[in-house]
């Protein structure tokens, strides 16, 4: 550790006793409790960096949350979220006394076989938040007593982070682990895809123009700067960017929980509309039907469907057959999506807990992986196996598909990325957003919760649609469900961060919908305080 250790720690010093967990999002809470934390995790950064001998990202940040939250991510080699295993680390680190702390960590030194005279390279991004300056200090403390060497991007997205680790570790070969690296990489691809002067082209009912909710966040401001790599591909309109209030009445989760249009938005019939979240990894498009003149929402299971019915035809082009292309897709998928894709797309879908962390790990194991969660967040992963493939194949579509591939942001879920790979396909389709959502209709969906006393008596498999306990809650569902027909599910899961169950419900009409959401509410309830079992 830095000789300067004890100065450092005095100025970040544990001053609440709270206990905060580091989840699947990583630390998230108000930020004037977290500066201790960011201390400790600058320190562990430098060590994880040191055991993989890498560089490691740590990115500040509370993606759709309020203004007054922020929080931490660390951020593995290949750009991914951190191991699992060092999840409980961080939870300890950020929840023990001062007084503990360098003990703690002499200990994870010599547990871990840490050898200290590696270098430890750290990346460091933050977010828009007015606490993001003062905690980004608080990093860099803990990095510098850490005697690890910082790599400051200071105002960045989330995915530009991700995408620069992995640049760093890959000496480049993934691209130039810079911010304008990262423009030029998905601009060029872009252009490529579509020709420069693609604000000129209609291809049937494509119209290449967007207007792009910007969440007052981080990514109305990078999108705006990377406008002028895009030169005339894309006509781009930026509102909520950033003169208002971060993720206030607007940006993808408002628009995705609410499903209506940002605060003071009127939409207009014939445009496009989508919207980035606080930190631009997550994305949401939304229209206005000129037939029935209602708010229309494509969320990330009408993105997953586009974008592997658009790679089921490149890999046919190319006469590639036998590809391990699937989705991947958590409980919360819209049921009409996995029914479109396995009986329509005739492809794979594979269910996993919710978390991007067990979509990412699971697409990872297919030749090309799909996976975004119902809330916009998702991306494609492509093995080295099926890349080097592409490249040796001589068909002209292998060239579009080499493009494609750059397009994508195989890190992390990327709004900019997956608007720019989203374009390109509707304009290769020749398609407006409306017959994009003509692909199928999604089946009325309900999404309640309960607040229970201890969220931890229930415990659930099967991806998180089957109840495990209490014992007969499961049979309980299933006797509610079957009285709303065939189309119809419900599952309930613990909340991963407030003593509440989460209910989700799908049935043919809203109306059949909500009540089964009720009706499931209700035996959750009974059954969590007693009544009627437990």
Known sequence: MNENFNQLLSKNARNIDKFIAY????????????QHIMFRMGI?????????????????????????DNGLKLIDPKGEMLDPSWESICTYLANINDKELL??????????????????????????????????KAVIDGIQAGDGRVNDFGLVTTPQVHYAVLCFNTNEEY??????????????????????????????????????????????????????????????????????????????????????????????????????????????????????????????????????????????????SDIDLCIVQTAYANGSSTNYIENILKLPVHCVPTGVKHLHHRALQADIGVY??????????????????????????????????????????????????????LRSKGQSIQDWDMLYTDLPNRNIKVTVKDRNVITTGDAERKVLTPIGLQDKIDAIVAKYGPNSRSFVRPSG???????????TTQDNTDSLAKEVAKVVYDMAYGVGGL
């Open 23 to 34: 989840g699947t999002a990583g630390f998230r809470d108000k930020a004037i409790e977290l």
């Open 103 to 136: 003990d703690s960590i002499n200990k994870l030194i010599e547990d871990k076989s840490i050898d200290m005279s590696v270098v430890a390279h750290v990346l460091i991004g933050r977010d828009t938040r007015s606490s993001s300056e003062r905690l980004h």
């Open 175 to 320: 691209g130039e682990p810079t911010e304008v690296g990262y423009y030029k990489k998905l601009s060029n691809a872009f252009i490529k895809l579509n020709g420069e002067n693609g604000s000129q082209i209609v291809a049937n009912n494509y119209i290449p123009s967007v207007v792009i909710d910007g969440a007052n966040g981080i990514g109305a401001i990078k999108i705006k700067q990377m406008k002028q790599f895009l030169g005339n591909s894309l006509n781009i309109e930026v509102i909520n960017d950033g003169n208002g209030v971060l993720n206030a009445f607007c940006g993808a989760d408002f628009v995705k929980v609410q499903q209506r249009a940002p605060k003071d938005l009127q939409l207009e019939v014939g445009k496009r509309y989508l919207a980035f979240d606080g930190d631009a990894d997550r994305i949401i498009y939304f229209y206005k039907n000129q037939i029935d003149g209602y708010f229309h929402m494509l969320d990330g299971d009408k993105i997953a469907v586009l974008i592997a019915s658009y790679l089921k035809d490149l890999l046919s082009s190319v006469q590639i």
């Open 44 to 68: 562990l950064a430098t060590l994880r960096a040191r055991v993989v001998k890498a560089t490691i990202g740590v990115m500040i940040t509370a993606s759709h949350n309020p203004e007054e």
């Open 372 to 425: 975004f969660e119902a809330n916009g967040h998702g991306t494609v992963t492509f093995s080295n196996k099926t890349v080097n493939r592409i490249k040796l194949c001589s068909h002209e579509t292998s060239l579009k598909l080499l493009n494609f591939i750059d397009l994508v942001n195989q890190t992390v879920g990327d709004a900019i990325s997956d608007m720019l790979v989203i374009e390109s396909i």
């Open 497 to 507: 961060t407030e003593d509440a169950v989460r209910i989700y419900a799908e049935s």
